[in-house]
Nanobody
């Protein structure tokens, strides 16, 4: 069983930066695809970024060029560096993991509890 815990969210002004972390426990993550999703109030959960077990990365159009996903398998942690944040980035950000699924749909087997990101204008 894999447990995921997100951290690093907070309140930031537009144009600012945040670095989210997703710490895994229960087993290693070297063979897991790791992704970030977000959900704003009243909206569906949406894909943000993914890093495959082989460290290939893919981003949603809404964050491409502003976010970088990375992983440290030895520390069992995945990161999401977010720059030039906009008010529309305000959401709860979730970390997700799956050995097989690696797409933009939320069909991941493991999820964290989420961390709130609020961007003020």
């Amino acid at each position: 069983q894999l447990q995921l815990v997100e951290s690093g969210g907070g309140l930031v002004q537009a144009g600012g930066s945040l670095r989210l972390s997703c710490a895994a426990s229960g087993r290693t993550i070297y063979d897991y695809n790791m992704a970030w999703f977000r959900q704003a109030p009243g909206k569906e959960r949406e894909f943000v970024a993914i890093i495959s077990w082989g460290s290939d990365t893919f981003y949603s159009v809404s964050v491409s060029g502003r976010c970088t996903i990375s992983r440290d398998n030895t520390k069992k942690t995945v990161f999401l560096q977010m720059n030039n944040l906009k008010p529309e980035d305000t959401a709860v950000y979730y970390c997700a993991a799956d050995r097989w699924h690696s797409g933009e749909s939320p069909d991941y087997n493991y999820w964290g509890q989420g961390t709130q990101v609020t961007v003020s204008s």
